[in-house]
């Protein structure tokens, strides 16, 4: 049964550093894993989405990377702005099913 | 090319009532799957649409059903509705379902509220 796990839970950072949200998952038999952002109370945007055979993806100040063997994703934001603050959930697809499992999300707060 | 969307936006029922929950895909789009969002946590799959048929389903009871339309818009019915029903349900469109060579894309929510 796959597992997502994201670390921390929680995270507060001064604006303008550099900071990476972790994703783990327990079954490496995936197609995709995607990253989203969610605002309180609102539905997810979609960030980036790697593709099993990708070990990246970039999309402007954000870089997600893919390590299946060992299970892990990492989500880097370069110079964060307070804009940024949000949860950031990561979602695999795995090829057991259908179904897209989700971590419990990373609660980022950026201080300006 | 229009996002997903769903209706209503909030909502608040009572214990034992029934609900439906409403979902119109991102233009192209054939496949619809529906998600759970308790406070605090991740969305939990409940059930995948495609042409019409469920062809997944995570572990929700029966009480929780669906349909999709030939417009690939779908809907959300979830009967005898219990305290722990109240959540964000979160409604998401994908162009294929079988090699999920391509994301999803999420609709606002529904925020169901049951007292």
């Known amino acids: 049964k796959q597992e997502v796990t994201q670390i921390p839970a929680a995270l507060s950072v001064p604006e303008g550093e550099n900071l990476v949200l972790n994703c783990s998952f327990t079954?490496?038999?995936?197609?995709?894993l995607q990253w989203f952002r969610q605002d309180p109370g609102k539905g997810l945007t979609s960030l980036l989405l790697?593709?099993?055979?990708?070990r990246e993806q970039t999309s402007g100040r954000l870089n997600a990377s893919l390590d299946k063997s060992s299970g892990r994703s990492t989500l880097y934001i370069a110079a964060s702005q307070p804009g940024d603050s949000a949860t950031y959930l990561c979602a695999v697809r795995d090829t057991g099913g259908f179904k897209t499992i989700f971590g419990a999300g990373t609660r980022l707060f950026v201080k300006a | 090319e229009t996002g997903v969307t769903q209706s209503p936006t909030h909502l608040i029922k009572t214990r034992g009532q029934q609900v439906t929950l409403r979902c119109s895909s991102q233009?192209?789009?054939?496949?619809v799957s529906w998600y759970q969002q308790a406070l605090g946590q991740g969305p939990q799959f409940i059930f995948q649409y495609y042409r019409e048929e469920e062809n997944g389903r995570g572990n929700f009871p029966p009480r929780f059903s669906g349909l999709q339309f030939p417009n690939y818009s779908s809907e959300l019915n979830v009967n005898a509705l219990e305290l722990d029903d109240s959540a964000l349900y979160l409604c998401?469109?994908?162009?294929?379902?079988?090699?999920?060579?391509?994301?999803?894309?999420f609709g606002s929510g529904t925020r169901l509220t049951v007292v």
């Open positions: 790697i593709q099993s055979s990708q």
């Open positions: 233009s192209g789009h054939n496949t």
């Open positions: 998401a469109s994908s162009l294929d379902p079988v090699t999920a060579n391509y994301g999803y894309t």
């Open positions: 079954d490496s038999a995936i197609y995709n």
